[in-house]
């Protein structure tokens, strides 16, 4: 019980020599050729060890900070750490199986965004309701149709039903990131906010999913997905809310909001080297 206590009550002191630990063993698997798995386009090993440096470099800002900050921001970092030792539930996809239940478990989710979607074109201003409609007008079908192919697939796993998923999330991906950067060139104010975060809710289930379905998916695949993301995740995020993309895991996974902040990092990080 000492043990855990110090680290709790020390965290940033152990954070640091656990992450330095991490780079070390990184290095030294790396030269040694074991991967542990690929990432996106790299390797699980390369993958750790580099968000493990990052991680480190916050962990040595500036200590001019209060007490009361350097707390807060020490116990966040622990509980980075614990992000990266832990297996991450949106991107680490045991079995196609595990992976297209999960999908099914986030419908609800996925409905309910996208229901208040469709009602929230009333809440616009006369002028920007016709454009929010028709720029998340295929919402309703796209997600349909992928909740029943995870449905078939639970059903029948079969790479035939994993090749529509995975074309199918990356149709769902292109009309959230196309449709977010429409509700942005809304000029009024209560307009712009009110399409943004109706859409938002769409795009993290969307973003998780994606997650998901590239866990399981071959290099091969992953690339084929990829070629056809034509509006880029770098584009479209400057409109997402962290936050409350962060609240929406933690609150799916009965995890810390903490910890989701970190698992959505990674699972942006892996989509990014994979071309969306």
């Keep these: ?50 968000l493990a440096a990052a991680l480190l470099g916050l962990l040595a800002r500036d200590p001019a900070d209060t007490t009361a900050v350097s707390g807060t921001t020490a116990k966040l970092g622990a509980w980075a750490l614990i992000a990266l030792l832990l297996p991450l539930p949106f991107v680490s996809g045991c079995s196609g199986v595990t992976v297209a239940q ?6 609800p989710a996925l409905q309910s965004a996208v229901a208040t979607v469709d009602s929230t074109a009333a809440m616009l201003a006369p002028i920007d309701a016709p454009i929010f409609a028709a720029a998340t007008a295929g919402f309703d079908a796209a997600s349909n149709l992928l909740v029943a192919q995870a449905k078939a697939y639970l059903a029948n796993p079969s790479a035939g039903v994993l090749a529509q998923m995975q074309a199918q999330i990356v149709v769902l991906q292109q009309q959230v990131n196309a449709a977010l950067l429409k509700a942005a060139k809304i000029m009024n104010p209560a307009s712009q906010q009110h399409a943004l975060t109706a859409i938002q809710a769409v795009a993290t289930v969307a973003s998780a999913i994606l997650a998901l379905v590239q866990s399981i998916s071959s290099k091969v695949a992953v690339a084929q997905m990829s070629s056809h993301a034509g509006i880029k995740l770098s584009a479209a995020k400057p409109y997402f809310d962290e936050e409350k993309a962060a609240a929406t895991v933690a609150a799916h996974y009965g995890e810390p909001v903490a910890l989701a902040r970190v698992q959505l990092a990674h699972a942006e990080s892996i989509e990014v080297h994979a071309g969306f």
């Design 1 to 50: 019980m000492n043990a855990i206590s110090n680290i709790w009550n020390h965290p940033k002191t152990t954070a640091a020599g656990l992450l330095i630990s991490i780079v070390t063993i990184g290095g030294v698997l790396s030269q040694q050729g074991i991967s542990l798995g690929s990432a996106g386009s790299g390797t699980v090993v390369s993958l750790v060890s580099g």
């Design 102 to 107: 999960d999908i099914v478990n986030w419908t």
